[in-house]
């Protein structure tokens, strides 16, 4: 894993957490909402691997990232599960 694939990863992950909350704001149908909180999700996960797939690139800010990503990415599981029921 190189810096530039975290980057990308970061990119997509602020992406799909940007959507989501924009979506939340103005209440998007439930299915695409759950689809993109999904792939924050995703997003969150993979950033996470390659993390630990490569410790050396796992600076403070990237640690820090990750932590408020897991808790933004929560946070809009938790609101597309009251919308739609459990996420899959």
């Known amino acids: 894993m190189t810096a530039t694939e975290i980057e990308q990863i970061?990119?997509?992950l602020t992406e799909a957490i940007n959507d989501a909350k924009l979506?939340?704001?103005h209440?998007?149908?439930s299915w695409r909402f759950v689809e993109v909180v999904?792939?924050?999700?995703e997003a969150?996960?993979?950033?996470?691997?390659?993390?630990?797939r490569t410790p050396s690139l796992a600076t403070r800010e990237l640690l820090d990232l990750k932590a408020t990503s897991a808790e933004a990415v929560e946070r809009l599981e938790?609101?597309?599960?009251?919308?739609?029921?459990?996420?899959h």
């Open 23 to 25: 979506f939340a704001e």
């Open 38 to 41: 999904q792939c924050a999700r």
């Open 10 to 12: 970061l990119d997509m």
């Open 78 to 87: 938790a609101l597309a599960t009251r919308r739609s029921g459990p996420l």
């Open 44 to 52: 969150h996960d993979a950033l996470c691997h390659a993390l630990r």
């Open 27 to 29: 209440r998007v149908q």
